[in-house]
């Protein structure tokens, strides 16, 4: 389909280690794994590394401004968001990003075949690596993929 360009994948800019919970963890420590590795969500894992739910920022927050008491003494099951979404490193970054949106969420989960956590993907990898889906988009439009329906033209045009 394209010529010289070759689509990302998602094992090329996943991020890894995970840095993963218990589902009995209480939010306090996972707070401060959060702080301590300076990232925005945990992954609750499993005995196994098969991803059962993701703690955010935003669930924290969410957390302790309905009561700091509950803060303070919830577990991870309680506060997680599940299922999580997951994802294999095979797939396309496209890929991702559209599942991304389709599903509304801000990260996913990669697993290997026998689905354990190896690794994690997010809004930032995929908005750090725009500048390649916009490359991607061009040679589509220059190969005749998808053309400017005004001008027969590229849709976007590459930065001087």
Do not use: Q, W
């Not at 389909?1 to 070759?6: A, G, P």
């Not at 739910?53 to 509950?70: E, F, H």
Request: proline letters at 3%; charged letters at 30%.
């Amino acid at each position: 389909m394209y010529s010289n360009t070759r689509s990302l994948t998602v094992g090329e800019i996943m991020s890894f280690p995970v840095i993963t919970a218990s589902e009995n963890d209480n939010i306090r420590s996972i707070a401060n794994k959060m702080r301590k590795h300076d990232v925005s969500g945990v992954v609750i894992a499993d005995e196994s590394r098969m991803p059962i739910g993701i703690i955010t920022a935003g669930d924290i927050a969410k957390r302790v401004a309905v009561s700091r008491k509950a803060f303070l003494f919830s577990k991870a099951k309680h506060v997680m968001t599940k299922p999580v979404h997951t994802i294999t490193r095979e797939k396309t970054l496209e890929e991702a990003a559209r599942h991304m949106a389709e599903n509304k969420i801000k990260s996913l989960c990669v697993v290997d075949e026998g689905k354990r956590l190896i690794g994690i993907i997010t809004e930032g990898d995929i908005t750090k690596n725009a500048s390649y889906l916009i490359e991607v988009l061009n040679e589509m439009v220059r190969s005749g993929y998808t053309k400017n329906p005004e001008t027969s033209e590229g849709l976007l045009e590459p930065e001087k």
